[in-house]
């Protein structure tokens, strides 16, 4: 039996010549960090799992642990998962020994012309046969070991897209949040500015009165307060909307709509940055992991279409009975059994495992390349937020000193009109001025703290806001 295997071996090697993987060009390389100009340190990742948490609010906590729950596009991307997984269980299931029982019972004529001895041949007779079979690949090449390495690989990137898809979501909840509390905002200002202007037109009539108005003036003080109440209308409008978006993001319907309260929380103090953000973090993004798991399983499916090019070699055994006629299946006289290598060589396929091999170096160059394209878009978005950020502190200083300003000269131009030293129309122009930048305040505070949500998310939520 030993002689034998080796001559089989021998002669399995000799004829793995036949059908030969091709030679392939070198693979896509990924991008070294000293060409994105990313930081040559290393700092360990601090994982936040709850950075929301800064933002101080329990409604918004509880929003959050609902969406990461109940969103639908959350559950579709851990079904995924468990696909992958299933499919890694499947490959790994391949690597183990296979038994299985059959058995089966034929009613069959048998011929008169074939080496059957009497009184069998010619004659109609029940043919049965039942036993145990067992299967094994040994894998000698390593293919269904690559195939494992590579449906494990394809598990893990699935799970990463899961931790991408919670980082996506977890954004969108809190940009969605922050804009209820941007509208909601929006229309504390509406609701200041018409009473500021109801207030101007009561002043207005008692200059009227005394004649030194027109009702010229008194006409264009009463036409500005509907037409800021259209303006308080549509931020209630947007703070509806944006109730309507949160209540879908968390996987819930329109009964909880009045269920959502105004937020408490304050922009400025939301997720406030550390001192140093170490470029380093990139590398913690699940959909960078995920894109580098991708290649690991090219690479791996690549050795298992290299190996494919060998033969399998198997071990086969069974053991059984065998009779004809039902009464003689079970005599100890009717066992058969056998063990012994079974060999499969591809000799001739017309260039498919070829082709498959080609395919699967494609592939490589595939997943490079988007790992590649995943990088280049973390170190651009990180980059654009850590910009906008820097920005935003800076229109945020002078904005408010434009604010406190134009709050002054609306004082000082109510009071002397009050007073009936000036005109209406300064009023008008110093009201304009102070509702524009009112407004203008509350957008820039909330852009501020969207910025810095983007930048956690640009990062892959990995550092830590209460950092020194």
Sequence with gaps: MNDF?????????????????????????????DHLGLASQVSAPIRVQAWWSTFNDPQFDRLMQQALVDNPSLAQAMARVREAQSLADVTRAALAPSVSFDAQEIRQRLSSHEPIPAPYNGTKRWLGSEGLNLSW?????GRQASLLKQARSQTTAAALDVASARLALSGAVAQAYIDLNRDNALADVAQRTE??????????????????????ELREASSAVPEVHVELLQAQAAVALDTHQLAALSGQGAGVYAQVRRPALDPAAILPLPAALPADLLGHRPD???????????RAGKAAAGAAFYPDINLTAFAGTSAVGLGKLFVGNSAVYGVGPAIHLPLFDAGRLRAEYRG????????????????????RETSDQLSLVEALN???????????D???AYQLAEERYQAGVSTYLTVLTTETAVLSARREHVALVSDQAIARVNLLLAVGGSFDPQAP
């Design 137 to 141: 690949d040994l894998d000698f090449w």
């Design 394 to 404: 800076a229109e945020v200083v002078q904005q408010q000193r434009s604010l406190d």
């Design 288 to 298: 960078v992991l995920a894109a580098r798991d991708r290649i690991e399983a090219a």
């Design 5 to 33: 295997r080796l001559t089989v071996f021998a002669l399995s090697l000799a004829l793995s010549g036949c059908i030969t993987a091709p030679k392939l060009g070198p693979e896509q390389q990924t991008i070294a960090n």
């Design 195 to 216: 009473a500021q202007r109801r207030n101007i037109l009561e002043i207005t009539r008692r200059r009227v009165q005394s004649g030194l108005d027109t009702n010229v």
């Design 360 to 379: 699967a170096a494609a592939e490589i160059d595939d997943a490079v390349s988007a790992y590649n394209e995943s990088v280049l878009q973390a170190v």
């Design 406 to 408: 134009a709050e002054a």
